[in-house]
């Protein structure tokens, strides 16, 4: 990646005529920033919205051109620009977790964020830290759980070791009614089946095992078994 590489970003809450104009100041200011600090200006986006609102075109934009890794730093006149309340402490973590940094108009050089917004953000990582651990605590226990019910991967997984290192696309609904049948909840099954390589969620697999269970073939299973016919 360029070091010297940014993107300017400029915005307003309305369309008037006065916001229009202070858009117009904002590029030619952050233009002067670029300059004095040697950056590579890759883009300039600008846009006209609110900054409580995340759902923004030019924000999606520059969050996606961040993950191409192309970035080093963001000019904003100041940190209001970006975003106000939740939606600018969102943005600041998003931000700065992929290892860019901000430079503003307003303090002449790189952003320093104030202590209340730093100590928010680094409750924000902490908790996405923990929740990326007891996201692999669930797969590994639902794994352990399965196993230890009789479930054998290699044996079950007809799949498994084909197209290594890519998640399977198809579901094998099979497992599904085994790990279910095995007291498995919905949440440990999708967790479990992750673990083996397939990219499945708690509701696709309760829908899907809700399809197996209604089809015809269940349904009449169910009710000579409850002795209903």
Known sequence: MNRNNAIIYCRVSTTKETQETSLA??????????????????????????GYDLEREGVLRLLSLIKEGHVHAILIQDETRLGRGNTKIVLLH?????????YSVDQNGELQISESDSMVLKIVGMVEEYQRKLHNIKIKRGINRAIKSGYDPQKNLKNQGLNS?????EIPIEEIIKLRQNQLTFAEIAATLRGFGFDVSKATVHRRY?????TP?????????????
Do not use: P, W
Request: with cysteine; hydrophobic share 35%.
């Open 165 to 169: 290192g890519r998640k399977q696309k």
């Open 210 to 214: 809700q399809e197996y269970m209604e």
């Open 25 to 50: 100041r904002q590029e030619e200011e952050l233009i002067q920033l670029a300059n004095q600090h040697d950056f590579n200006i890759l883009t300039i986006i600008k846009e006209q919205a609110s």
């Open 217 to 229: 073939q269940n349904q009449a299973q169910r009710l000579v078994k409850n002795n209903d016919i």
């Open 94 to 102: 998003c931000i700065m977790k992929e290892g860019v940094k901000l």
